[in-house]
């Protein structure tokens, strides 16, 4: 839910650019600690749900809990943003999400376990509102396309942290590894945060107002326009949750993988979506925007349902590689189109209809897998990963006719 961050004062002197690109090393990693935490959580849920005894449908309603502590606190972020900055929100959400990782660990019952994702999806929602925000501002200061790159670090520092997490999933309890992950996460914080804290707001290289970041009036047709690319951010943005919280148990428990092997699962999906964003630019200057969206969505569409439906570990470990090659660009095409078509209020809708996509997909996943199985349920990915691609196509006309 990215929203431009302004200064009190309109006569902000315009940031250089060795500042500009001292403050996109930074943002880059936060992003990818933001990754690296989320990551080490979601490859113990496995050790997590047997340790509170939960079923997949308890499960899945406490997940409701990271779900509801991050829309909450969206609209909230976003408030903070605009009175103190999104860089000081960055820092104290960090902090805050570092602290709440060990906290699932303590748990003993998924009531227990509801109750602090509340507390630690709020940090995660937080986080992503702040940083985004910071990063809307940037792009716009450098007048490059380059939101894949951060988006591509909390890839990177998905994998990291999943990679991680398998080395270490036979050795160290969940609280053990939680812990330390915190107490990494905090010394990045403190060391990124002071130079974060530094760093003046982006703005336009040259000394005349940012008009194109004033909030812009959107007339019906284009509103609908937003909205719908929202929903495309969505129906992809549910696929990377579901693989975030679903993947290494279905390796677990429908493939009988060993722990360490079952959290490869998110590494090989996270590895594949940092090498899809990385490449995103060149992708996109190459094909344009909707076959980038279409050729994306069939390619997750056939991932997917390799990925859920393999009867062995190794061809369901290649199904989520060729997934998050597939969805890796088109979160970030959706929101950009959105930021196009409505200025900062079009990125904010699409990014807020983008994350409840992600924070909302975990839980409908473990009530399907309850009512039908799991890797029924996952197929759901697939599902709407065809939806994203048949929504682009019949928007594709009136998205180009829009200024």
Known sequence: MPLINKPASDTAVPASTRDLTRLRVVLTTF??????????????????????????????????????????????????????????VTVACAVLLCLSIVLPALTHSALALGLVLLVFGSAYGGINVAFNSA?????????????????????LGGMIGAGLGGLVAGALSPVTHLAGLGAVG?????????????????????????????????????????????????????????????????????????????????????LAMTIGRLTGTTLLERLGRTPTVVAGGTTAVAGMLLASLAPTTWAALFGFAVTGLGLANIFPVAV??????????????????GYGGMLLGPPAIGFMADWLSLPAALTSVAVLAGVAVLVALATRRAAASTP
């Open 31 to 88: 992003f990818a600690l933001d990754g690296f935490v989320f990551a080490g959580w979601v490859v113990r849920i496995p050790d997590i749900k047997e340790r509170t005894g939960a079923s997949s449908g308890a499960l899945g309603l406490a997940l409701l809990g990271v779900s509801a502590g991050a829309v909450v606190t969206m609209t909230l972020t976003g408030r903070l943003c605009r009175r103190y900055g999104s860089h000081p």
């Open 186 to 270: 905090l010394l990045v914080t403190l060391v990124a945060g002071q130079a974060l804290l530094r760093c003046p707001p982006a703005a336009d290289p040259d000394d005349t107002p940012r008009t194109e970041s004033a909030p812009r009036r959107m007339d019906g047709r284009t509103r609908r326009l937003v909205v719908t690319f929202g929903l495309i951010a969505l129906c992809t943005a549910y696929g990377e949750g579901a693989m975030a919280d679903w993947g290494a148990l279905h390796l677990k428990e429908d493939l009988g993988a060993s722990p360490g092997l079952a959290a490869v699962g998110y590494s090989c999906f996270a």
């Open 336 to 353: 950009e189109r959105a930021g196009a078509l409505g200025g900062p209020s079009g990125v904010a809708t699409a990014s807020t209809l």
């Open 135 to 155: 990063a809307v501002d940037l792009v716009a200061a450098l007048r490059r396309p380059i939101m894949p790159s951060f988006h591509a670090a909390f890839s």
